[in-house]
């Protein structure tokens, strides 16, 4: 089970971008970016495998958020722009390791994002 330390979270205005990063203690099969909103459940935002490089979205953030991955440095990033009021939230780094028939998760602390004006 890796260990994950995130950041790049912060107030931003509507419109404006934001980046965060994901910094993992050793190799991952696939990381994720979550996000929990006030009142809300946990949501994935946005996924990427580090095997194959693919990635998927969720609906709502198409278009605006792109996630990206350097394997030498076992980091996911993930781009943020034309934030909206309703991206607030507190964004989790998820990640998965070990081998395909015995995967470990592991979950990141947390950083907040702050849309507003």
């Known amino acids: 089970q890796v260990q994950l330390v995130e950041s790049g979270g912060g107030l931003v205005q509507p419109g404006g971008s934001l980046r965060l990063s994901c910094a993992a203690s050793?190799?991952?099969?696939?990381m994720s970016w979550y996000r929990q909103g006030p009142g809300k459940e946990r949501e994935l935002v946005a996924g990427?495998?580090?095997?194959?490089?693919?990635?998927n979205y969720a609906d709502s953030v198409k278009g605006r958020f792109t996630i990206s991955r350097d394997n030498v440095k076992n980091t996911v990033y993930l781009q943020m722009n034309s934030l909206k009021p309703e991206d607030t939230a507190v964004y989790y780094c998820?990640?998965?390791?070990?081998?395909?028939?015995?995967?470990?998760?592991?979950w990141g602390q947390g950083t907040q994002v702050t849309v507003s004006s």
């Open positions: 990427i495998s580090s095997i194959s490089g693919s990635t």
């Open positions: 998820n990640a998965r390791s070990g081998t395909p028939s015995n995967v470990k998760i592991s």
């Open positions: 050793g190799f991952t099969l696939a």
